[in-house]
């Protein structure tokens, strides 16, 4: 019994571990660094070519920040920018920005107009 | 003369190159017959991609146009691992690129 409730919380803490939730207070307080370039609200990038990160997925900004940190994802900027990042910082930048109400947004295939669908 | 003319010959291929560069998007262009291989994925609210790594395919409406371009391009070049975006991206030219910003850029509800 109790080798199966340790397991168990062996288990819940792996789970945990994969899935941590990004917590927004603290990524708005790591943000700093990201608004030179992204803007002040993650949604008024300061250069034409800088993205506008508010409101995007953050599975998909998580992703993007550890692609960069382990390489497979090259740009001059954004590799020096995660170096010191660590998975948790990464976690919660995401979370922050994914909680912020940007432009960006999903027009359904369904709304498309004179597209052809 | 010879000289003049080469120098003529040299202007008309630069400002060719410039133009070639940085070429002038068309939204409407890309809404005809470019915008079908990007809304399989892109039009579809919280689809996530399957493969290689499971999360939500981001959100292009909306975002910066010039940003766009230089996504694509990197997905072409190969700076960007995705390989979906990567077939799609080679398969595109300059003036594709363009199109699809100017199209996603101002892109509406």
């Given at each position: ?103 960006l ?13 | ?7 003529f ?29 990007c ?39 190969g ?31």
């Open positions: 019994m109790i080798k199966h409730a340790l397991f168990l919380v062996g288990a819940l803490s792996l789970c945990a571990s994969v899935h941590a939730a990004g917590n927004v207070a603290e990524g708005q307080k790591k943000s700093t660094p990201c608004a030179a370039c992204h803007g002040a609200d993650g949604n008024t990038p300061v250069g034409p070519d800088f993205p506008k990160l508010a409101g995007q997925h953050k599975d998909y900004l998580f992703k993007v920040l550890s692609d960069y940190k382990s390489g497979v994802r090259k740009n001059a900027i954004m590799s020096g920018q995660v170096t010191n990042l660590s998975r948790q910082d990464m976690q919660d930048l995401a979370a922050y920005y994914a909680s912020v109400s940007g432009s947004h999903i027009v359904p295939i369904s709304r498309l107009k004179g597209s052809g669908h | 003369m010879k000289k003049l003319l080469f120098l010959a040299l202007l008309v291929a630069s400002s060719a190159a410039v133009a070639q560069s940085a070429p002038k998007g068309n939204a409407e262009a890309a809404k005809k017959d470019k915008i079908a291989m809304i399989g994925c892109h039009g579809v609210p919280y689809y996530k991609t399957a493969f290689p790594d499971v999360y939500h395919v981001p959100m292009i409406s909306g975002q910066s146009e010039a940003y766009i371009i230089k996504a694509l391009q990197a997905y072409k070049s700076d960007r691992p995705h390989p979906s975006m990567r077939g799609i991206a080679r398969s595109l030219s300059d003036q594709d690129m363009a199109d699809l910003a100017a199209y996603y850029t101002s892109h509406k509800n």
